[in-house]
């Protein structure tokens, strides 16, 4: 754990979370805001982490009410055309630099944030190509539209992805997934990072630590990293959805194990692979998790978890369990 001290008193100071209001774009949004407290004098002090996190909090909330895709969506179009910033700022008539300010953070203004948000569609983005052939010039035009129309007419494996997401994840991208993106592949890659840590793990165990990666990495980084929504069940915090979950990679088998008088389904993977949609930070925030709760069996953290407010709070009715819980985490 971090610890800071007081500039003042030099004493460790103690670490805050509290509910505060921050103006964006003339509207007051609410977050929680994090901050080392000097107990002696009443001073508050914050990291650029901290301040980030606040502002992803924040921004966050506008992207989903002006309906404005999050940044990896809009890095994750480019890249799909292969079309490098400069050029896709040329297509849409933005400024020179404005995508790629876009990709390190800017939140867009609604219109062009819409704009964004419909040439995901292929077909959409052909009809702007089409319009913008005059400043491209016909060599690029040309390699652009064959990228494009490829990808219109390759439906199926489009179709089949679509599937998948809809079948694993319940919740729109928003406040109840931690504003998570909801990735197949990146959900895969978490959970074989835990068992690369962990080694095979009971189907009880994993849905604990991917609540508390998800709900830690939200208070940490002010979004989730899978994109699951859990709930308050009688063994602790469960994604939905779970025993969906871990049946549906070919890199993982369940198999079933008896502890003591116990039996249960522990996902076993069947290889190493590499996690490589996973940032330094998101693996950061996995390894934290892991190192806590490796020696645990799945009785130990299913009962560490049910002194977790999340818990407590919404297990009499099984409720979906609110992400501003992650600023009450006790073990983590």
């Known amino acids: 754990m971090i610890i800071m001290k007081s500039p003042f008193t030099g004493k460790e100071m103690e670490l805050t979370y509290e509910k505060s209001t921050w103006k964006f774009r003339g509207e007051a949004y609410e977050y929680m805001r994090a901050s080392w407290l000097c107990t002696d004098t009443g001073e508050r002090f914050t990291t650029d982490e901290m301040d980030d996190a606040g502002y992803l909090q924040v921004t966050n909330q506008y992207r989903s009410k002006y309906g404005i895709p999050y940044v990896d969506e809009i890095v994750e179009i480019r890249t799909r055309y292969g079309i490098s910033a400069a050029k896709m700022a040329l297509i849409l008539g933005f400024g020179i630099n404005q995508w790629r300010a876009y990709e390190d953070g800017e939140v867009p203004s ?23 052939k005059q400043v491209l010039g016909e060599h690029d035009f040309r390699k652009i539209c064959l990228k494009v129309e490829s990808l219109i007419t390759d439906g199926q494996r489009a179709s089949i992805a679509l599937y998948d997401q809809k079948r694993l994840f319940v919740c729109e991208r928003g406040v109840e997934n931690g504003y998570g993106v909801m990735s197949v592949e990146k959900l895969k890659s978490v959970i074989l990072a835990v068992l690369n ?84 930070e998101q693996m950061e925030v996995i390894t934290l998790v892991c190192d806590r709760f490796k020696d645990c069996s799945a009785t130990d953290i299913s009962n560490i ?28």
């Open 110 to 132: 609604v219109s062009n944030g819409r704009m964004i948000s419909s040439i995901k569609d292929p077909s959409v983005f052909l009809r702007v190509l089409t319009s913008a």
């Open 305 to 332: 978890s049910h002194q977790e407010d999340a818990w407590l709070d919404c297990h009499a009715e099984h409720l979906r369990i609110p992400y501003e819980y992650a600023f009450k985490l006790k073990a983590v």
């Open 197 to 280: 840590q962990c080694g095979e793990v009971f189907c009880t165990k994993m849905n604990k630590l991917l609540f508390y990666i998800d709900f830690f990495a939200y208070r940490k980084h002010g979004m989730s990293l899978t994109g699951l929504s859990y709930r308050a069940l009688p063994y602790g915090p469960v994604p939905e959805r779970w025993d969906r979950i871990y049946s549906c990679f070919e890199e993982v088998v369940l198999e079933p194990r008896i502890v003591g008088s116990r039996e249960g389904l522990a996902i076993v993977p069947m290889k190493d692979i590499e996690s490589v949609v996973l940032s330094p």
